[in-house]
């Protein structure tokens, strides 16, 4: 296991001097977070980017991420086009020997949460999301007031996309997906990259939207789409943990066994309800996973791979990006690396 920290590039609050600073933690995953969706990344930008975390003592490890554009999702014409410029990306992390890619294929939004500081007992705020509040959600003046979402859409061009995913259900997506895929993981394969799809977040449908990585049935066909290893999954304990249906140590080992776990992110959730939870500290007393079982299993099928902490409280009087604050992630790691550290001295 390797032990990333996620940082949002130069106007990041957090500095990279911070994260070399926290025991084990050699790894950065970060993104070109100013191309526009669609356009291709250059060589000379994501190097510059690589040469600024290596000059503060780091590893460039993941990158998380290439946006996938709507017209790709949507199986417009225009998709190849996209895809052609996707793929151009994948050839520059891999030039500069960047080897993971972190993506998604959310249809218009991104991870949504209908709370951005919920309060917790002991004062702490968390993310937090409640599929009621979201039927509340008027989205006829745009994504402006939506919590959790960093793009941003007018109402007309909001509309606009939400009238063509009407003819887009969950079979359609799947097949567009495969599409994105079967021109996508060759390159990657060719260039030393390997992508990892993050699961929808939450994993059920929103707005009326499909959302199909959701559960051990979806990652199984999501890797047999392409059988590549270049073709893998984030596994993302929260993502999943929020359907307390999803055995999280049994579709590790389920997926491990093809080696298709290139990333984790490892985080904690407490589900109060049906299609509701908030999120918690990183300790498995705190929330609804087991973090001790989920590092076992993927210790049981040798991930060798990075992992991350997830979202964090606000804390001790931190302000800065919702669930990105450094106090709380730097001790979610911390845990994270003890619990791995404890299963990996058990074993002798």
Avoid at 106 to 117: E, G, K, N, Y
Avoid at 290 to 295: A, E, F, N, Q
Wanted: charged share 25%; aromatic share 8%; net charge negative.
């Amino acid at each position: 296991m390797i032990p990333t920290f996620r940082w949002f590039g130069p106007e990041d609050p957090i500095p990279l001097a911070h994260i070399r600073q926290i025991p084990g933690v050699r790894g950065v995953v970060s993104a070109l977070y100013d191309v526009p969706v669609g356009d291709s990344w250059s060589r000379e930008r994501l190097g510059t980017l690589k040469a600024r975390i290596e000059d503060a003592g780091l590893r460039f490890a993941v990158v998380e991420s290439i946006p996938v554009h709507e017209d790709i999702k949507l199986g417009r014409p225009t998709r190849d086009r996209m895809i052609d410029n996707y793929c151009a990306s994948v050839r520059a992390m891999g030039e500069l020997g960047v080897p993971i890619l972190c993506y998604n294929f959310m249809p218009v939004f991104d991870w949504t949460r209908t709370d951005l500081a919920w309060r917790l007992p002991d004062g702490s705020t968390a993310l937090a999301y409640d599929d009621r509040a979201v039927a509340s959600i008027d989205l006829s003046r745009g994504t402006a007031e939506l919590p959790g979402w960093a793009a941003r859409y007018g109402a007309a061009e909001l509309g606009a996309l939400l009238a063509a995913y009407r003819e887009v259900d969950a079979e359609r997506l799947w097949d567009n997906l495969a599409h994105f895929l079967e021109r996508v993981v060759p390159v990657a394969l060719e260039a030393g990259v390997r992508l990892a799809i993050h699961p929808d977040d939450p994993p059920w449908p929103i707005f009326g939207l499909p959302r199909i990585i959701t559960d051990a049935t979806a990652l199984a066909r999501l890797v047999a789409l392409v059988d590549s290893p270049a073709n893998g999954v984030t596994f993302c304990t929260g993502s999943l943990g929020a359907r307390p249906e999803n055995d999280l140590p049994g579709m590790i080992r389920s997926l491990g066994a093809t080696g298709r776990i290139h990333f984790a992110h490892c985080r904690n959730i407490r589900v109060t309800g049906e299609r509701r939870f908030h999120e918690t500290a990183h300790p498995s007393a705190c929330g609804s996973v087991d973090l001790l079982d989920v590092l076992r299993a993927l210790r049981d099928v040798g991930f060798a791979g990075p992992m991350r902490p997830d979202h964090g409280r606000m804390i001790w009087g931190e302000q800065g990006r919702p669930g990105y604050g450094l106090y709380d992630r730097a001790l979610g790691v911390m845990y994270l690396q003890g619990l791995w550290e404890a299963i990996v001295r058990s074993e002798t």
